[in-house]
């Protein structure tokens, strides 16, 4: 028995391993489908429609949602899971925050505004504004993501690639 909780564990280690310097990353969010994920290096700047892995900055704003279950940790600043989203606005779009999104006036599909998280609790959405230079804002399809929609653009300096899915699936 202990030889094969030693040889579990060390295959469980060795996969870890393998997966940080491989930019192997394992979702267990729903905000895209669970499963395995490839960081791939971005040799450009992002763009309107990029699926990307990135460190959400250590604020206040952020470790209130890791508290509440919307992050998970992980090896970013702050200890947080590096989030996959798409990117919905660059520098100098417009956000406009009411019952949905609107970019430069644009409605952004899937969008809607929700006043109160799973369990009830209040969650403030984003004020809206120009997107500052150095930042993306991000989007996510699924209804309860915790996305730009609430934390309002991020910095780009903590883009990590493309998420590329590996083995994934829609639950």
């Known amino acids: 028995m202990i030889v ?12 870890a391993v393998t997966g940080f310097i491989g930019c192997v990353r394992l979702n267990l969010t729903r905000s895209e489908p669970l499963g395995l994920w490839r960081i791939e290096q971005l040799d450009r700047p992002a763009a309107v429609g990029d699926l990307v892995f990135i ?75 120009i997107v500052p230079q150095g930042h ?13 929609r609430y934390f309002g653009p991020i910095p780009v300096s903590g883009l990590l690639g493309l998420a590329k899915p590996i083995l994934t699936f829609d639950p």
């Not at 094969?4 to 996969?15: G, H, P, Y």
């Not at 996510?140 to 993501?145: G, R």
């Open 4 to 15: 094969f909780v030693t040889a579990s564990a060390s295959v469980m280690v060795a996969l």
């Open 136 to 148: 993306l804002f991000l989007h996510s399809s699924f209804a309860s993501s915790y996305d730009s």
């Open 55 to 129: 460190c959400p900055p250590a604020t206040a704003p952020f470790e209130e949602a890791l508290e509440r279950g919307y992050l998970r940790r992980g090896l970013c600043v702050g200890g947080f899971a590096p989030l996959i989203k798409t990117v919905a606005a660059l520098p100098g779009q417009s956000i406009a925050i009411g019952d949905t999104v609107e970019i430069d006036g644009a409605v952004l599909s899937a969008s809607r505004i929700r006043r109160t998280d799973g369990q009830g609790r209040p969650i403030v959405p984003y004020s809206g504004g």
